[in-house]
């Protein structure tokens, strides 16, 4: 009776202990499940679940030429999907949504300095894009890294090795959410970074 009453006080403590991992757990991911769900509803955030393939490697990305000019710039093969937050942007100078939306990208990526910002530009060539970030800072915000899709071409029509393939985008502006090597969600189209429900969702998302 001694050892069963002894087991059955293990389990309890066990399970006990065991479930509070669990609410904790639940507790922690509930403001940033939250904060999704508000965007959900105000139709700016698709959720996703998909796996960031490791094959996937940024570092087939073409470097933008003109980032030494700049502080802050990291290179885009530094960026790791696998680990923590990256926010995906995928745009192009001759998109005028993509334009309009990227000072405020900025803005927020100053705003989050822990999560990685990459923007993966489908230009055929880096004079427009150049001449774009020429107009808009002097200085980039740390954790940004800007690159082009070698393999990608001006317009919609993209072959199956591109990222705008790869992460199944239907557009550009496209903003995806990746966290440790997860697809969380994505952003159709340009929207206010700024927003404070944005910012707080993006915080949330790479603090937690």
């Known amino acids: ?3 069963a009453g002894f087991t059955l006080a293990a389990v309890a ?11 904790n757990a639940v507790t922690d991911a509930a403001p940033v499940v939250r904060a999704a769900e508000r965007l959900e ?11 960031w393939a490791p094959e996937w490697s940024f570092a087939e990305l073409e470097e933008a030429p003109w ?5 802050g710039a990291i290179p885009i093969a530094s960026i790791q999907p696998m680990k923590g937050v990256t926010v995906v942007n995928l745009w192009a100078s001759w998109c005028e949504p993509c334009r309009d939306e990227l000072p405020a990208m900025l803005q927020l990526a100053r705003a989050v300095p822990e999560a990685q910002f ?38 919609g029509d993209q072959v199956p090795e591109t990222f705008w393939r790869r992460l199944g985008a239907t557009g550009i502006p496209e903003t995806f959410f990746v ?12 929207i206010d970074w700024r927003a404070p ?12």
């Open 118 to 155: 990459a923007f993966i530009g489908y230009d055929e060539d880096w004079a427009a894009p150049e001449a774009l970030f020429d107009q808009l800072l002097g200085a980039m915000p740390s954790g940004v890294a800007v690159a082009r899709d070698p393999k990608g071409q001006a317009g």
């Open 41 to 51: 509803q105000t139709r700016r955030l698709v959720r996703v679940d998909a796996a």
């Open 179 to 190: 966290k440790d090597g997860r697809i969380l969600g994505k952003v159709v189209g340009a």
């Open 13 to 23: 403590v066990l399970f006990g202990l065991g479930f509070r991992r669990l609410m």
């Open 197 to 208: 429900d944005v910012v707080e969702f993006v915080t949330l998302l790479a603090r937690q």
């Open 1 to 3: 009776m001694l050892t």
């Open 67 to 71: 980032l030494q000019k700049t502080s």
